[in-house]
């Protein structure tokens, strides 16, 4: 059965940092795009981050280019978000997601996805 988990959301600190995990089971990474989104109250779920199946290509939102970074560990079957220089805005419950590979990678923030996580609170205040 395949199967995400989400872990590593907490309350921080404008300008912290945080690491989210996403694990992974029921498949490798290499037959799936990992996306993680986000969803705050009152807004629509927005794509953040994506990883190609490959895990050679990254793309992310422009809102958190240059503060966050995917990546992924292979032997752990485990995909990260890596969230520097947050800010209250970053405040969302954070999802992970798994797509079958795409033909068009670019699709990977706004694709629909086929499964997903429970999702983990991230919260920024001070």
């Known amino acids: 059965q395949l199967q995400l988990v989400e872990s590593g959301g907490d309350l921080v600190q404008p300008g912290g940092s945080l690491r989210l995990s996403c694990a992974a089971s029921g498949f490798t990474l290499d037959s799936y795009v990992i996306g993680w989104f986000r969803q705050a109250p009152g807004k629509e779920r927005e794509g953040v981050s994506c990883m190609s199946s490959s895990g050679r290509y990254t793309n992310h939102a422009e809102s958190v280019r240059g503060r966050f970074t995917i990546s992924r560990d292979n032997a752990k079957n485990t995909v990260y978000l890596q969230m520097n220089s947050l800010k209250p805005e970053d405040t969302a419950i954070y999802y992970c997601?798994?797509?079958?590979?795409?033909?068009?990678?670019?699709?990977?923030?706004?694709?629909?996805?086929?499964?997903w996580g429970q999702g983990t609170q991230v919260t920024v205040s001070s």
């Open positions: 997601a798994a797509h079958r590979k795409l033909s068009l990678f670019r699709q990977c923030l706004t694709t629909e996805y086929d499964y």
